[in-house]
């Protein structure tokens, strides 16, 4: 009953697009909409290209419907589609749809492979290196398999660029406590945004190679690019352009989800993950796993194939698709560009360019004051920060602190997604508070 400062509060600390008011694409809906209630296949107000993917996929569930289960790797057809987006994307680099396993999410799928992966005991323990600062799945993940996590940090003066000596002097120092065995990279960065350039993944691609380690490319922001200059390029395209010795032997697991890019369909809950070089044997084991818990959610499936099947140049729907994708990734690209610009205005506050993904992760000066006081509240020093700007703003972002991050340096990560008007609002108040902020514990 306390009267706040302020008259709602803004959630920024999730990328949950359709929360924040993104309208969902209408191909995609309509698809699934027709799958849950295929009477709306007679329906004249649905367009015939939706009408024949929605047969397709509905063919493909047993006794024609979404209600039962699919086999554990995903439905079949939808697998299928899964491969020629692959191929399309990759510039014909082939993909098989037995490589392909539908998810519940991308989470699903990495916690699974991470399943896989660990073993040993003691110094042979499995160690997963892991990027810091990170997406805290990696080190709940692997916190819960009782594996090693093994740190190694992105280049904040260089845009959170990857830098293969530090993996190696992170692989070199793990080592001696734990057998590391998995290399996990986010591409684009979450929290960071950054977008990795080819020679990077090329440097990466030849460290996993040289030392034996397997890959896990979490590629969930790959539609969500933004600066100029920059491209999504697939570890998988590179792998297999870097010739067969490395596409033959180095084992890879790639990501993505129905939940970012323009879709945002994050309850759905669909996903794929693509595993190549995986032992025959490993793979049994692979589809074992997954068969205990039967199927991922078969409308998440359906999901899933609209953004790898969405609507071709001459389907009646292409028009409006095209539109309302631009639509979104252009309104991201705004707003990545005005939330770095407004927050390097501000004294004590500094943000690398947004390349991608959907989140800033700016750096923020707390004064020494403010350290001893977080300290006495038993917290950490931008935890204290997040929430004082909660109490005083009713603005929700979430410490650096959750993501790892570089001793004596604090951050901040906050979505993007907001509405353009509401956002400049949010990053105002940013500016008020931080500003305030310094001048009370100056």
């Not at 006794?63 to 589609?81: F, H």
């Not at 037995?98 to 399943?115: C, E, F, P, R």
């Not at 998995?182 to 460290?207: A, M, S, Y």
């Not at 991201?332 to 390097?344: H, I, S, V, Y």
Request: glycine content about 8%; proline content about 6%; overall charge neutral.
């Amino acid at each position: 009953g306390i009267k706040k400062p302020f008259t709602e509060v803004i959630k920024a600390n999730i990328g949950d697009a359709h929360a924040m008011g993104q309208r969902p694409i209408t191909f995609l809906r309509q698809v699934v909409a027709l799958c849950t209630y295929p009477n709306l296949l007679d329906s004249p107000s649905f367009p015939e290209d939706a009408k024949k993917r929605a047969r397709r996929i509905l063919q493909g569930c047993g006794g024609n419907s979404l209600g039962s289960y699919s086999a554990s790797q995903g439905i079949n057809c939808i697998r299928e589609d899964v491969a020629s987006y692959i191929e399309r994307r990759d510039g014909g680099v082939p993909a098989d749809p037995d490589n392909i396993y539908l998810t519940t999410g991308a989470s699903d799928g990495i916690a699974t492979i991470l399943k896989i992966l660990v073993s040993g005991g003691g110094k042979s323990r499995t160690g997963v290196m892991i990027p810091i600062p990170q997406y805290p799945l990696y080190s709940a993940a692997i916190s819960e398999l009782d594996a090693i996590q093994v740190n190694y940090y992105l280049d904040e003066e260089n845009c959170w660029a990857l830098d293969v000596n530090e993996l190696r002097r992170s692989l070199n120092e793990a080592k001696a406590y734990c057998n590391p065995k998995v290399l996990c990279i986010i591409n684009p960065g979450n929290p960071t945004g950054q977008v990795q350039n080819r020679k990077c993944i090329e440097d990466v691609i030849h460290f996993a190679w040289e030392e034996k380690l397997f890959l896990l490319a979490d590629e969930v922001y790959q539609d969500n690019v933004y600066s100029e200059g920059c491209q999504f390029h697939s570890f998988k395209k590179i792998l297999y352009e870097m010739g067969p010795e490395y596409y033959n032997n180095v084992e890879l697991a790639s990501f993505h989800s129905t939940s970012k890019g323009y879709m945002g369909e994050c309850g759905y809950r669909g996903g794929y993950m693509e595993v190549i070089n995986l032992h025959p044997e490993i793979k049994g084991q692979l589809v074992k796993l997954l068969s205990v818990r039967l199927c991922p959610p078969v409308s998440g499936q359906a999901a899933m194939d609209i953004v790898v099947n969405p609507p071709i140049p001459g389907e009646e729907s292409y028009s409006q698709f095209i539109k309302e994708k631009e639509s979104v990734l252009n309104n991201l690209a705004k707003k990545a560009k005005l939330t770095e610009d407004m927050f390097n205005k501000v004294p004590g506050i500094h943000c690398n360019p947004l390349q991608g993904a959907m989140y800033a992760f700016p750096r923020i000066f707390i004064p020494s004051k403010a350290i001893e006081e977080a300290k006495a509240h038993k917290m950490a020093p931008d935890m204290f920060y997040c929430m004082k700007l909660l109490e005083e703003t009713g603005i929700c972002v979430v410490p650096g602190s959750g993501f790892g991050q570089r001793e004596g340096s604090y951050h901040f990560r906050m979505t993007i997604l907001p509405p353009v008007e509401k956002l400049k609002i949010l990053l105002e108040k940013v500016k008020d508070f931080h500003i305030e902020f310094l001048e009370k514990y100056a």
